[in-house]
């Protein structure tokens, strides 16, 4: 009875993987452009799966990721510590639009040396008053002002696993908590929170680590930069290195091409911590 059931479970994950694989090649080879202004088809056909074999990734608008996120709260971009990174996430790009129909970058995601901090996200040139769009179906966890940072702002979560921020908005079209489809209007371009000129500032985060939305969208190309983003955690290297004589957290940073408070968050350290050589810090 042991052996039978062990057989039916590896019968169902063999299941499971055939049609995902073939989700993939589907989505791989169909080789037609991207929709930038449609709403494409949903993202997992629903099977027809037993409970004990389902692995629980169930396109549900109303608790979108679930199965990743602990908890749904309306109050922080990026609340969660100690979560359990997946092994691997697949965004199929299919599903996706672009969220404005600009094509002009200003500012590229990662570290800018002149302003010694990280930039989480790409800024794309739009005026004040252009639509901004979901870039996949999703419910919107925040919709909020910050008037030192974002602006008005909005964080999506997506089934798919992936939040997206669309930042320095002249206005919120859509509620917290309202369920959206791919390319649906959820705000108007602007220049609100510390921002100089209108435009959009456009994050993609998995459980709040922040990824370069350059690896999904082209905004140049007004298209999805691949058909099929596969996040890995085992491209997320730490980065360790050894204190010399003469650093300092504010050199080591900038060897490191990373922040003091990056740093120190890392570390758990404070900004005044004394550095002793052969200490080892974690960098990235
Ligand atoms: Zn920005």
Redesign the pocket.
């Known amino acids: 009875m042991q052996d039978f059931t062990t057989m039916l479970k590896e019968l169902g994950h063999r299941l499971i993987a055939t049609i995902q694989a073939v989700l993939v090649s589907v989505a791989l080879f169909a080789g037609e452009p991207v929709p930038t202004q449609v709403v494409p088809l949903s993202v997992m056909p629903s099977v027809e799966c037993p409970a004990h074999l389902s692995i629980g990734i169930a396109y549900d608008l109303d608790n979108p990721a679930s199965y990743l996120y602990p908890e749904w709260s309306n109050q922080y971009v990026h609340q969660y510590r100690d979560v359990v990174f997946p092994d691997s996430l697949v965004i199929m790009m299919k599903e996706a639009c672009m969220p404005t129909d600009s094509t002009r970058i200003t500012?590229k995601y990662g570290y800018r040396p002149r302003r010694a901090r990280v930039?989480y996200?790409?800024?794309i040139k739009v005026l004040t008053g252009d639509t901004i769009r979901a870039a996949f179906d999703g419910k919107v966890r925040i919709s909020r002002y910050e008037r030192r940072g974002y602006g008005h702002y909005l964080v999506i979560r997506h089934p798919n696993g992936l939040e997206t921020l669309y930042?320095?908005l002249s206005k919120k079209i859509v509620k917290e908590n309202q369920i959206v489809r791919a390319g649906e209007p959820i705000g108007l371009g602007g220049n609100t929170g510390r921002s100089t000129g209108s435009?959009l500032?456009f994050e993609t985060r998995i459980l709040g680590k922040p990824i370069n939305p350059a690896f999904m969208f082209n905004f140049p190309d007004q298209c999805a930069e691949t058909d099929v983003y596969v996040y890995r955690k085992s491209d997320d290297k730490e980065v360790y290195y050894k204190v010399k004589s003469g650093d300092t957290l504010t050199r080591i940073a900038a060897r490191n091409e990373t922040t003091v408070s990056s740093i120190c968050k890392l570390n758990g350290i404070s900004r005044n911590a004394v550095l002793r050589v052969g200490q080892t810090l974690r960098v990235n």
Do not use: I, K, Y
Request: charged share 20%.
């Open positions: 500012d930039h996200g790409l800024d930042a320095h435009h500032h």
